[in-house]
């Protein structure tokens, strides 16, 4: 097992690499100059080739490539264009929103949707049924910045028990860490929940025709033993695997919810980033998301070890 | 133990309420959303509008504009013009001090001076004037000119990007070309840096020991007297959002709200608008001067028949209680206002428009035309250019794109069909355009203008000669004969100006009138 982890944290060095060719060279093909946007709209092309020549954007594409790469192997991951700050001081200050965004999303999602899911396939073709499969499909049709509008409108804005937008870390409180962060996961967590429902139903509803449950019912199981401990059980790699990219499409997902209440997170900074043509933070971001992904398909795998006594690397 | 479980949830919820109404009554603390994100901080290194509002936050100017245009001291307590007009003598107020408690110095001010005329164009065309400066003590100064000229006060007192802003000498003496990092200023507030978040929000705090005139405020100039001990400026991207947040009283202050919203803001008891910039905004055509079909001054000239002004504010503003169109270049209502040379342009007569584009030999070269589709002041300029040009007779192939790509494209001096560009549309502050040497599009030094490149000697001729005038009789009539110089060959085609009240809650007050938003003056009472 551990070789296996070791061998895919080896794995992980060139596919970080690729990613890195791929970020600078498609950011340096993409239309938009960050020198012009500095520079302003009253400037001059003589500001602006100065400005160039100030952040190294007039050196050869290949030149700036392998400094950059210097710099990232020395650990360093560059100076923001804009804002005169270290680029993992603005990664690490928008660390902390999305981290807490995302597990609360994703532990909210995982505590409704599986129970529902499970209960769904228990009940199949009863209203429960058919009431948690309508959820779904109302959470996979309906835009993420609606459901965030229509909340914000009815808590915030009508009933005045939550705020409608901001972030307040948790060093200055925890009821303000968590109020500001309620509607961001009821938000975010209607898709996912929507997602888990459905596959954990999938999958139990699977196992639930085996012989073995069966023979558990046979053997005078009370319904709530069979359910969790041999139908869920052996259900779990394909929900497992469900919440392991939904964590991983989380973390890219958020930037909608962030900007629809106005929270500091890496979402936002890679959008802002983006528009502005912040070459040194967007590949930091985008290689930090990688780098997730990478590493969260690493636990889901060996998650499957764990769950299922067969499955062996 | 289940209702345990339900008294403990509902202990937190309590906590949690209590905490935010906390939050809530930081009755000194003025919660704003501005335009955009702070990025650059360096309001001479960038012209951004957002950086030079940061400026007028913590630093001071010698001079500054009043509502009336007139330019008037500010940090300068007097000031004399020798008879030959060779000499101007300014003399420091009692009691300047920079953020770090030392006295503002003449050779603080000299160094900003050389600073701001290194970079800004209004800067760059004044020190051109200049011959030396000679500091007599730490509070008098005098700037030696070569050549009498009246871009003194009128530079050191400009209300917008990029103002002369005061800075220490060591910060002032940065080259222009790279950022400060040095943040301490002289104005009424003092930023704080390390409570500064890009993409969250920027702290302002009152500074105790500013002096303000004993003037009220008026324009950027009169007393800034501090009426509340913080301001934050949040980032919230999301218009409504904003507008959500400042119902619920989380937002006090929210910059330029998107006109479709303010019905919702006119509509709740709590809120209202504030016309705080009744000198507004000002569209703009710009024609990329170098290349084919806009080489020729012709087919320039046919856009100034073939446009009208009401089809462009309609499209994007809507509502005429915020828009209105003007023939007067230098902005309507201002001392340099003027309708010359104006008769029958802009109303769209496509008769007139045909036969110029013919005795032009225009040739069906398409016009590309540079369309930003993310900035909603200006998402609709380009589609309404675009037809009118098409009923004109021109060919246009309108391409989308972001605005800081178009940002980036317009620099390019390439040809349409290698990667540049023809047209773009684009706004400015009505506060930039006031005068022939401040409208930056009127550069029509070629190759040293601004991105458009426009080449006219007698425009040229005329800028300098308004430059050198001191009379403001004189200035007028020179400003009158840019506006007919330019009617024959355009820069640029203005295209009305616009409106952007601010939305704010009904407890905030003390809204200083202009052009740049500033903060000193305004109270905020318990709702």
């Known amino acids: 097992m551990f070789a296996y982890i070791a061998r895919r944290l080896v794995a992980t060095i060139p596919v970080m690499a690729i990613v890195a060719v791929l970020v600078f060279a498609m950011l340096r093909l993409t239309p938009g100059d960050p020198a012009s946007i500095i520079a302003g709209a009253a400037a001059t092309s003589q500001d602006v080739a100065e400005i160039r020549t100030r952040l190294g954007l007039d050196r050869p594409i290949v030149t700036q490539f392998f400094i950059w790469i210097g710099h990232l192997l020395r650990g360093d991951l560059g100076e923001s264009f804009f ?231 | 133990m289940f209702l345990s479980r339900i008294s403990r949830f509902f202990l937190l919820t309590v906590v949690a309420m209590a905490s935010l109404t906390v939050c809530a009554v930081e009755a000194e603390t003025l919660h704003v959303v501005m335009h955009s994100d702070l990025k650059i901080v360096d309001p001479i290194w960038t012209t951004a509008y957002i950086t030079r509002n940061h400026g007028y936050m913590i630093y001071d100017t010698l001079f500054a504009t009043d509502a009336n245009g007139k330019v008037q001291p500010q940090m300068v307590d007097k000031y004399t013009v020798s008879p030959d007009g060779l000499v101007y003598t300014l003399t420091l107020r009692d009691g300047l001090l920079w953020h770090d408690g030392t006295p503002v110095t003449s050779e603080d001010c000299v160094a900003s001076i050389k600073r701001w005329g290194a970079k800004d164009a209004l800067g760059q065309k004044m020190m051109s004037f200049v011959k030396d400066f000679t500091v007599v003590d730490p509070k008098t100064f005098r700037i030696n000119l070569n050549s009498p000229t009246g871009l003194v006060l009128l530079g050191l007192g400009k209300p917008s990007s990029a103002a002369p802003f005061m800075m220490p000498k060591r910060v002032a003496d940065t080259s222009p070309n790279e950022q400060i990092s040095d943040f301490t200023g002289s104005g009424p507030f003092v930023f704080k840096k390390d409570e500064w978040k890009p993409g969250d929000k920027a702290v302002y705090v009152k500074f105790d020991k500013y002096k303000p005139r004993s003037e009220p405020p008026s324009g950027m100039a009169g007393g800034k007297v501090v009426k509340v001990d913080r301001v934050e400026w949040r980032v919230v991207a999301d218009q409504q959002t904003a507008i959500n947040a400042l119902i619920a009283g989380e937002i006090d202050y929210i910059e330029q709200p998107a006109h479709d919203l303010l019905p919702l803001v006119k509509s709740d008891p709590n809120l209202k608008l504030a016309d705080i910039n009744p000198l507004g905004n000002q569209y703009a055509f710009r024609y990329n001067s170098t290349v084919k ?235």
């Open chain 1, 83 to 313: 804002f005169k700050k270290q680029v993992a001081d603005l990664v690490l200050d928008r660390v902390g929103p999305t981290v807490a965004l995302s597990t609360m999303t994703i532990l909210w999602s995982v505590l409704v949707a599986v129970p529902l899911g499970v209960v769904a396939a228990w009940k199949q073709g009863s209203w429960i049924d058919r009431v948690v499969m309508g959820f779904s499909v109302l959470g996979f049709s309906v835009p993420v910045f609606v459901i965030g509008y229509v909340l914000i409108y009815v808590f915030a804005v009508k009933l005045s028990w939550l705020p409608v937008q901001g972030y307040q870390p948790l060093r200055d409180g925890f009821g303000g860490f968590v109020g500001h962060l309620v509607l961001p996961t009821l938000t975010l967590s209607v898709i996912y929940i929507a997602l888990i429902a459905r596959i954990t139903r999938t999958s139990v509803l699977e196992v639930l025709s085996e012989d073995y449950i069966r023979t558990a019912h046979a053997k005078g199981l009370p319904n709530r033993i069979v359910l969790m401990h041999h139908a869920l059980r052996n259900a779990a790699v394909p929900i497992v695997t469900i919440i392991g990219i939904g964590i991983a499409l989380l973390v890219g997902g958020v930037v909608i919810t962030e900007s629809v209440f106005s929270i500091p997170g890496l979402g936002r900074l890679t959008v802002d980033a983006v528009l502005a043509r912040d070459y040194p933070t967007v590949q930091a971001v985008i290689l930090l998301f990688s780098l997730v992904y990478v590493l969260l398909n690493l636990v889901v795998d060996v998650t499957y070890t764990f769950l299922d006594p067969r499955i062996r690397y």
């Open chain 2, 293 to 527: 079909p806009f080489d020729n001054p012709k087919v320039k000239q046919a856009l100034l028949y073939a446009f009208n002004q009401k089809d462009f504010l309609e499209a994007t503003i809507g509502n005429p209680e915020y828009y209105k169109t003007c023939l007067e270049m230098f902005i309507c209502g201002t001392p340099l206002g003027s309708t010359k040379g104006m008769d029958g342009l802009l109303t769209s007569n496509f008769a007139k428009a045909k036969q110029l584009l013919q005795e032009a030999g225009y040739d069906g070269t398409p016009i590309v035309l540079m369309h930003s589709t993310d900035l909603q002041v200006l998402t609709n300029l380009a589609p309404v250019a675009k037809s009118l040009m098409e009923r004109a007779g021109f060919k246009v192939d309108m391409q989308d794109m972001d605005w800081q790509t178009l940002v980036a494209r317009r620099s390019k001096k390439d040809p349409p069909s290698q990667g540049g560009w023809s047209a773009f549309l684009t706004s400015w502050v009505s506060a930039d355009v006031l005068n022939p040497v401040s409208t930056a599009f009127l550069n029509s030094s070629c190759d040293k203008a601004l991105f458009g490149w426009p080449c006219d000697a007698e425009i040229e001729r005329l800028r300098d000669q308004f430059a050198r005038e001191t009379d403001p009789a004189k200035q007028k009539a020179i400003a009158e004969a840019v506006q007919v110089a330019w009617t024959k060959d355009p820069t640029h085609v203005f295209l009305g100006q616009w409106y952007q009240p601010a939305a704010v809650r009904k407890n905030i007050n003390g809204f200083v009138v202009a052009p740049v938003t500033v903060f000193w003056n305004i109270t905020k009472s318990t709702p």
